[in-house]
């Protein structure tokens, strides 16, 4: 068990191995925006080209309309695959331009994600904009297959049942961030052994924008040996809440917890719905509107 008042070990993000100079350097380089001489480096030697392509394809953003040919060209095991850490898939099921509700644009994806299962040591999913239902069976298998996931960001997903949301949810067993920002279902068809779940969950951070339910609440309680949050951001509708839940997790994170952010908006406002029309850097903007409290712990 872990002690009362310790951190979670070891803190994500920071856990990444020290920069080597050549990392070093490539930032510097990146951070002029130089990319030719970025490509040039990559020329050199093994050390510079390995040091450009952990830079240049840390994170691979997927989404309609992409040169998916040139994308599965250059995204392979033995080129630049091994490097990707972060994955991020968006449906873009609203907001400006064309849209595909049954994302017919994803099959030919699904070598790529088994691909990548076995050979990138991905430790960030952020899933936005999708049709859960839709997503191809190969590829859901896959992205839920990660071993090494540490951080995962949900944003305005139907997984059509409460069965599909929790298995994604139980899917990371060193998960120590989660996101989830307007998660829906429509129908209860979960088991209880998903809601019984024994293992030890110790995030860093949990962030909960329009997803304070009691389904959420109840997953979180389980019969877990060890749960441990120590910074909690609730962003609710008065027509979700659940404070007697909230209050139990409260009570049984105390030791630990060292910020709590607590905001709600009324059932007619629809803030809290989230627009879907940008990334994941833009989600932490929707905690400056609306009423809210914040509760530092020392």
Not at 213 to 233: A, N, Q
Request: proline share 8%; hydrophobic share 40%; net charge neutral.
């Amino acid at each position: 068990m872990l002690p009362p008042g310790s951190d979670v070990p070891p803190r994500y993000p920071n856990r990444a191995p020290l920069p080597t100079p050549y990392d070093l350097i490539v930032r510097i380089v990146a951070e002029r925006r130089l990319h030719r001489e970025l490509s040039t480096l990559a020329l050199v030697s093994r050390e510079w080209c390995r040091a450009v392509r952990k830079l240049r394809f840390h994170r691979l953003h997927l989404e309609p309309g992409l040169n998916f040919p040139l994308l599965l060209e250059v995204f392979r095991p033995d080129t630049v695959l091994p490097f990707v850490r972060q994955i991020h898939l968006n449906g873009r099921l609203r907001g400006d331009g064309p849209q595909d509700a049954n994302h017919a644009w994803l099959p030919q994806l699904v070598p790529l994600c088994i691909e990548m299962a076995g050979c990138s040591p991905i430790d960030y999913v952020f899933l936005q904009s999708l049709s859960w239902g839709n997503v191809p069976l190969g590829m859901r298998t896959a992205l839920l297959g990660l071993p090494h996931v540490r951080a995962l960001g949900i944003h305005d997903v139907d997984f059509w049942n409460s069965n599909q949301f929790l298995r994604a949810l139980n899917a990371y067993p060193s998960l120590q961030f989660l996101q989830i920002w307007h998660a829906s279902f429509w129908a209860y068809n979960h088991v209880p052994a998903q809601l019984a779940r024994r293992k030890p969950l110790l995030l860093t951070e949990l962030n909960l924008g329009c997803a304070y339910t009691p389904l959420i609440m109840e997953w979180l309680l389980s019969r877990r040996r060890d749960l441990v949050i120590e910074e909690l951001m609730v962003a609710s509708r008065d027509v979700y809440r659940d404070d007697a839940r909230l209050a139990r997790v409260l009570k049984r994170i105390s030791p630990w917890l060292k910020r709590f952010h607590y905001q709600e908006w009324g059932a007619k406002n629809d803030s809290c719905e989230g627009d879907n029309v940008g990334d994941d850097e833009d989600l932490e903007c929707e905690f400056a509107r609306g009423a809210y409290a914040i509760l530092e712990l020392s």
